[in-house]
């Protein structure tokens, strides 16, 4: 498919990331420069119930405060309980009785020293957004049923074995980037990246720009998190460049290694409450972290992301410690640290979705709010977990990978994106079994939406063109005559439905 373009190809209904902004309540004295370097947009107050208007006012944004030791003392009460502010930065020497307030950050001379907090909280939201889904046990079931999973633990795996299928170009590309500069219109920092990517992505590695201080990694990680299909696409070339080069590090590097090799890993994030709980009862079962996924070598790297504000934050601080075993093939994973933007000690980067057999939890020796979770890279021959990606792989079974993926929509119930993909799909097609393919398809979606009169239309097209090349008994021409009798019956037209049904057997 290659007529994609920002105009015809909206799949997407949220804002592709949230906006940054900084609030600075105080007497304004030094330049915001260097600040909007950081985060999209800076305001400046002197008045305390306007600024909290203005910051109440961005329900989606992430948000940031700069204060003086006088206002904190005024917002210490009341902060914790405003959402959207993530941290408050004061500009003074150490505050005292703050403890309790885990937003507070005090003891900054300088916008120097945070803007550098500020960047670190930025990464620290991006590393704790990576998202992870688990099996859930059915109940009176034996410890061999434990696997059994939600069909959406193997989205993203199905997902991505799509996009290798695909062939992306540079017409993708550059329509990505049309994109970009209309959805970050007014915002210089971002569109200063966007000229960058433009100018040099072929020059550098995709880990490279995976790792640097752009929008790329926090857009791919945000739409992989919600399953935004739409932006996910947009991005497939990103997607298949970047799993193509860890997976060529991966063969480079560790093609040779055997079990006696295993490795550790460690990775430290926060999770919700909600999530902690569900991996706490899945012990010994399966954790596939969706997104591209880094780790460290060095336990006390790791540690940084969560040890700090251990005892100040409602997540849950987790420290994964995982057992790599370098003769797995199933998950492809390199050592990135000569090749990231950001030189970080003995980095490993895995693909997207990887899967991980759940071990030992247990609070970490010297904090009692960290705690620490073996995991273990599982391989190929995961019985369970061969015979659901086989499940999906039938689910979304298709003639080309651009068809696959609107199935895929279909499965996750994003109709009305699956609708503009296929009417894309249909003003390239040329084949008269394609475009029977897609009626077909378009009358499901809207079959699904409860529109059975359109649904009706779109399955009598895809019959017209499948009775001039298929036989009466084609299982492509009988699924067409099951659908539509199926939409025929729910607008109670019962005798046309059976007409429909008889052509069946």
């Known amino acids: ?18 906006n940054t902004y900084l609030v600075w309540l105080d007497d304004y004295h030094g330049s915001i420069a260097q600040l909007q370097q950081v985060v999209d947009t800076v305001e400046t107050f002197v008045n305390i119930d306007e600024c909290l208007d203005f910051i109440t006012d961005q329900p989606d944004d992430i948000g940031f405060m700069i204060t003086s030791k006088r206002y904190a003392q005024q917002l210490l009460p009341i902060i914790n309980d405003v959402p959207q502010i993530k941290s408050v930065y004061i ?6 009785g703050t403890q309790q307030y885990f937003k507070i950050n005090d003891g900054f001379a300088d916008i120097k020293s945070i803007c550098e907090a500020l960047k670190q909280a930025l990464k620290d939201d991006d590393q704790n957004a990576v998202s992870i889904s688990f099996p859930k046990p059915i109940r009176g079931t034996s410890d061999t049923k434990k696997d059994t999973l939600h069909c959406s633990f193997m989205y993203t795996q199905i997902l991505k074995e799509i996009l290798l299928t ?32 433009q100018n040099e992505y072929y020059n550098r590695t995709p880990i490279w720009w995976y790792t640097y201080e752009s929008f790329l990694y926090s ?53 919700s409450e909600e999530d902690f709980i569900q991996m706490k009862v899945n012990t010994n079962g399966l954790l596939a972290f969706n997104n591209f996924l880094s780790a460290s070598k060095k336990r006390n790297v790791s540690l940084r992301f969560i040890r700090p504000k251990a005892d100040k934050t409602d997540s849950i601080p987790v420290l ?36 991980f057999r759940i071990g030992l939890t247990k609070k970490l020796d010297d904090n009692d709010r960290i705690w620490e979770v073996e995991l273990m890279l599982t391989s190929e021959n995961d019985l369970e977990l061969h015979a659901l990606a086989e499940n999906m792989r039938e689910k979304t079974r298709a003639p080309t990978g651009w068809h696959r993926l609107g199935q895929l929509m279909i499965v996750l ?37 409860g529109n059975y009169e359109e649904a009706v239309k ?38 046309e439905a059976l007409d429909y049904y008889k052509k069946i057997t």
């Open 1 to 18: 498919m290659t007529a994609q373009n920002s105009e015809s190809y909206r799949l997407h209904s949220r804002r592709i990331i949230p």
């Open 91 to 96: 500009l003074s020497s150490s505050m005292t």
């Open 166 to 197: 695909i062939d992306f170009n540079s017409k993708h590309f550059n329509d990505f980037l049309t994109f970009c500069r209309c959805e970050f219109a007014g915002n210089d920092r971002h569109l200063r990246n966007i000229d960058k990517i």
């Open 219 to 271: 857009m791919i990680n945000t739409a992989l998190r919600h399953m935004d299909i739409g932006i996910i696409v947009k991005m497939g070339f990103f997607v298949r460049d970047l799993h193509q080069h860890i997976a060529v590090l991966h063969a480079e590097q560790f093609n040779e290694l055997t079990t006696s090799d295993t490795f550790t890993v460690y990775r430290g994030q926060y999770l």
């Open 320 to 355: 994964f410690v995982m057992r790599i075993d370098p003769s797995i093939k199933r998950t492809s994973f390199a050592n990135v640290t000569n090749i990231s933007a950001n030189k970080h000690e003995e980095e490993i980067l895995f693909s997207m979705h990887s899967v």
């Open 413 to 449: 119930k994003k109709h009305d994106e699956a609708k503009q993909l296929y009417e894309l799909l249909m003003r390239e097609a040329n084949e008269q079994t394609e475009k029977a393919y897609i009626w077909h398809s378009l009358g499901y979606i809207f079959y699904g939406q």
């Open 458 to 495: 779109y399955y009598q097209k895809s019959i017209e063109i499948r009775r001039e090349y298929f036989s009466a008994d084609h299982l492509d021409l009988t699924t067409s005559y099951n659908g539509l009798g199926k939409a025929l019956e729910y607008m109670g037209k019962y005798s």
